[in-house]
């Protein structure tokens, strides 16, 4: 297993068009997270999976964010109708989500979105 | 509410000199603390973390940290910086009732020769 994976490491889109991006997890990781970074600023949740039950949302997803992990694997994160104030780093972590909470999470290289 | 606090936005050391960088948190509860380094484009790569136990924590590249609850701190530390260590450092908090990391503002390290 390499470790969490996204797909693409960049993206330039139009403002208005809509974007998606995906995220392989480590194989037997039952929890994945998406974060937004945006410059000079740490990463901010917004949403995580256990299996394919989306567990918590942030205010920040907006109606204009969904994001899907259908089978419990890999996860979608789609930007519908994209604004210039998405350009941000889009970062996918999993983790093991173990009961005894003694866990960390293990993050892929991210998706650099520019809207222009 | 939750928060994370990165004094230092910004520190510069030579390269051989000792490195600490500041974390405070605000937190009810015991707190699952992390500390993350990221190179510029890329994603996040743990260093330590601390759940519970001995205060001072062992991580990767020769860092360590040392909570203390009585400061509400989580300090990282290096006795000996390399050019390598040049990066952001993002300190974290993971609430006990949620699953999610809130993350400090991070501080950029500068290692000259």
């Known amino acids: 297993d390499t470790g969490v994976s996204q797909d693409p490491r960049h993206k330039i889109t139009k403002r208005g068009q809509n974007v998606t991006f995906r995220c392989d997890p480590i194989?037997?990781?039952?929890?994945l997270y998406w974060y937004r970074q945006t410059l000079g600023q740490g990463p901010e949740f917004l949403t995580y999976?256990?299996?394919?039950?989306?567990?918590?949302k942030s205010r920040l997803l907006s109606d204009r964010f969904s994001a899907e992990r259908p089978k419990g694997s890999f996860s979608t994160l789609e930007i519908q109708r994209t604004e210039q104030g998405d350009s941000a780093m889009y970062l996918c972590?999993?983790?093991?989500?173990?009961?005894?909470?003694?866990?960390?999470?293990?993050f892929g290289s991210g998706t650099r979105l520019t809207v222009v | 509410a939750q928060s994370v606090t990165q004094p230092d936005i910004h520190i510069t050391v030579s390269e051989g000199a000792s490195l600490e960088l500041r974390c405070n948190y605000s937190?009810?509860?015991?707190?699952?603390l992390f500390w993350y380094v990221q190179s510029p484009g890329q994603g996040l790569q743990l260093l330590l973390k601390?759940?519970?136990?001995?205060?001072l924590v062992q991580g990767i590249k020769g860092f360590e940290a040392e909570f203390k609850r009585s400061q509400s701190s989580f300090n990282l530390r290096k006795p000996s910086v390399h050019w390598s260590d040049a990066a952001e450092y993002f300190c974290?908090?993971?609430?006990?009732?949620?699953?999610?990391?809130?993350f400090g503002t991070g501080t950029r390290l500068q290692v000259f020769p």
């Open positions: 972590a999993s983790s093991l989500g173990h009961p005894s909470r003694d866990y960390g999470y293990t």
């Open positions: 194989s037997e990781h039952n929890r």
């Open positions: 999976f256990q299996n394919e039950a989306q567990l918590e």
């Open positions: 937190y009810g509860a015991t707190p699952y």
């Open positions: 601390y759940f519970s136990g001995d205060t």
């Open positions: 974290a908090v993971r609430s006990y009732n949620t699953d999610k990391l809130i």
